[in-house]
């Protein structure tokens, strides 16, 4: 699997359930991508215990946190998922 990036959308607001399906349906986004926010706006969005969630699937399209300080809070960092 590879991931490119595509482009870093800003959001004005909180990036809950109801951003995210939106963001979704307003880009068109297909299985083909992947979407990788700030672990604070990850954790906020799978509102976990003790156990920390790894990714979310909303309308088919995986959701993960961002590990390596590359998305700022706020921030919706779109990747291309490429089966080689």
Known sequence: MHYNLLNYITMKR???LATIKSFILTNALT???MLM????NFDKLVK???NKAKALCIS???II???????NEGEIDVLEIRFS
Do not use: A, F, M, R
């Open 14 to 16: 909180n990036i809950d």
């Open 60 to 62: 088919g399209i995986n």
């Open 37 to 40: 926010l700030h672990p604070s």
């Open 48 to 50: 976990t215990g003790k």
């Open 31 to 33: 299985e083909n991508v």
């Open 65 to 71: 946190s961002d590990n390596n300080d590359e998305v």
